[in-house]
Structure formats: C-alpha cells, structure tokens
C-alpha cells in the first residue's frame, strides 16, 4: 500500500541555520503531496503543497520540489527561527486511496535554539 | 467562522468507561475524519465519512464507531475503553468534490488508566 517515509528526529538546529526535512514516498499512480506542520498544543495546519511531478511548494520560506524521479519531497528552509520549532508532517493523497484520504508520515519534531 | 471545534480537550477514562468525542464543523465540508496520533507513528485514520449519514472504516477502527447524524457534526464513540487507546485524538474535514486540503481541529488528549 502507500506509505510515507520521514527522516527520524528530532532535530535541532540553531537559529539561522539551514533545514532539510527528508521525505520518500511510495504509492500508485501520481500522488499529490503535502506538507502539514504542528506548533505545540494545536492541530495541523497545512505549510505547502504539490500536485504534479516538478511543482515546487512554497510558504513562508519553506519550498519542497515534487521529484517523481527519486519518488521524494523533502522540505527546506534557508533560514530558519525560534518560531519555526514544531513537528512537521509530510503527507501523500492518491488515486487508489479514494475518499480524499492523506497517509501521514511519522513526522520530525524540530527545535530550534536562539 | 470557528472552522473545526473538538470536545472535549481533555479527558482521563478508566478502562471498561464509554465516553463519546464530538467533531464540529462549519464550513460547510463534505469529507470528515477521524485521526489518533502516537508518538513515532504519525496519524492514522481510525474512521471517515464522506457525507450525512454515511461513514467509513480507516486504518484502525477496532474499538471505536462513529456516527454522521448531521453534515457539520462528526461523532467518535469508544464503547468499552482500553489502555491502548491512551492517545491524542484529531478531528479533521475537506470540502470534497475537488478541494483537498484537510482542515484540522485542535486535538483531544485522552488518558486511559
């Protein structure tokens, strides 16, 4: 079935430093991908998305590129903050799942030092 | 506009104790779902419902049911609560019919003892 790998956590990093989250994937067909980030206490929010091979997500100064290739979706940051401390999730919706139902990875927890 | 409300935030069951977790929302969406996180293993999706009155078994549904009496409402019962349903529960809804992107409340922390 579909399923979703995440580099293992936690991370942590000092402010201003460079972040890569990795993300593989393995599903049938053409999977649409996310990334949904937790801030302590709260729900998921979603950061950014990609539908198709070679899109590239954006959202504040996070990007992931869609690399159909190597099936991945990894998430960076040139600079990140204290505030960018959460766990972050990456997420696959395919075709054969129906229903609009995500996979999840595991999601890494990131913490970040001033 | 609340977008997706959970009640309650908090709770502490004894084991063999029923309670029911309560999943509103107003935004009109299709699509609701049902999620336990764990530590180290992400979400999984316990229940769905693609509509009023229809409802939909996810990756771990064993102890649990649901009901979707109600388009804004979204019901999780546990009948007969264990110790290995001590977890964080996560309520989350999509419009369907082309939008996507799953909407999440703020989470139910429930205790089994």
């Known amino acids: 079935g579909d399923s979703v790998t995440q580099m293992e956590g936690p991370v942590t990093l000092s402010e201003e430093a460079f972040l890569t989250i990795n993300c593989t994937y393995t599903a049938t067909g053409y999977p649409s991908l996310f990334w949904y980030v937790q801030y302590p206490g709260e729900g998921l929010q979603l950061l950014l998305k990609a539908t198709k091979a070679d899109d590239k997500g954006s959202n504040k100064g996070f990007e992931a590129t869609y690399r159909k290739e190597t099936t991945s979706f990894h998430l960076e940051k040139g600079s990140v903050q204290v505030s960018d401390s959460a766990v972050y999730f990456c997420?696959?919706?395919?075709?054969?799942?129906?229903?609009?139902?995500?996979?999840f990875g595991q999601g890494t927890r990131l913490t970040i030092n001033p | 506009n609340a977008g997706v409300t959970q009640t309650p935030k908090f709770r502490v069951l004894k084991t063999g104790q029923s309670m029911t977790l309560l999943c509103a929302q107003d935004?009109?969406?299709?699509?609701m779902y049902w999620y336990r996180q764990d530590p180290g293993m992400g979400l999984r999706l316990i229940h769905y419902s693609v509509g009023e009155g229809t409802t939909a078994k996810g990756e771990v549904p064993d102890g649990y049911n649901v009901s979707r009496l109600k388009k804004q409402n979204f019901l999780l019962g546990l009948e007969s609560a264990a110790p290995s349903q001590t977890s964080v529960y996560f309520c989350a809804s999509t419009p369907g019919h082309g939008g996507f992107e799953q909407y999440f409340g703020p989470g139910t922390r429930l205790t089994v003892t």
């Open positions: 997420a696959l919706r395919s075709s054969s799942q129906g229903a609009q139902k995500l996979v």
């Open positions: 935004m009109n969406h299709e699509y």
